[in-house]
């Protein structure tokens, strides 16, 4: 018999081919990007009774075949993300967090912290209100930079090493902040609030500071800088991306 063995990870895609089968994409913690193939998932919904919906954390059983995928035997459902009919704005959102997922995780690659990303950025998902989703959208942006160690210090000052703690100007992206002290005239300061948001989020990812982000003026700022650090590790034309820009085009 084929080897089996047992995977836990989160569905990120799921790609229909053939009559009935599927190939379902996860995100593991400690295996990376694992692609499988469900067969018949299309054609029955009990073969996979744990289910294999998108979002969803699965713990699965594959078996290692002659062909080029593994094949799914048996699944059983973690944590099950985004399933209770979900508003659109919500959808698209993890979608977005599905597809830069999908840009950051490779074959065999072990990465806790993209893992834990993915997971605290659906589960805030499903949280939000999609008439407001300019600040979880940020949120989610520094996590992902963050995860992949690509987010500038934003504790410290770039110029002097002193904290940012009383706010900031971010004029470069890739170089961080440069604090109250030491920032040139003229420069759009970033309140202390948003800094002390940003920096507390990239701490403790599991709690995404989306309160205390919505209560800050100046996001733009934060929007631009982490909108061109993305631009460096993510294509700039994610299919969610698009969705997300028409849904907040009348959005403040
Ligand atoms: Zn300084």
Redesign the pocket.
Known sequence: MPPRTRLDGIVIRQQPIAEADVIVSLVSPHEGRVDVLARGARKSTKRFAGGIALFSELSAVIEQGRGHLPTLVESSLGAAFLQMTPQYGQLALASYVAELAACASQPSHADPGLYAWLRASLALCETVNEQQLRTPRLAIEVGFLQALGVCPDLQT?G????DTGAGGTWQDADAGL??T??LRAGSETLSPALVRALVLWTLSPAEPPVDALAASAALHVAEKRVASLLGHVAPPTLRSAVALRDLQRFQV
Do not use: L, M, S
């Not at 110029?159 to 002193?162: A, D, L, V, Y």
């Open positions: 000052c110029e002097c090493g002193q440069v604090c002290r030491c």
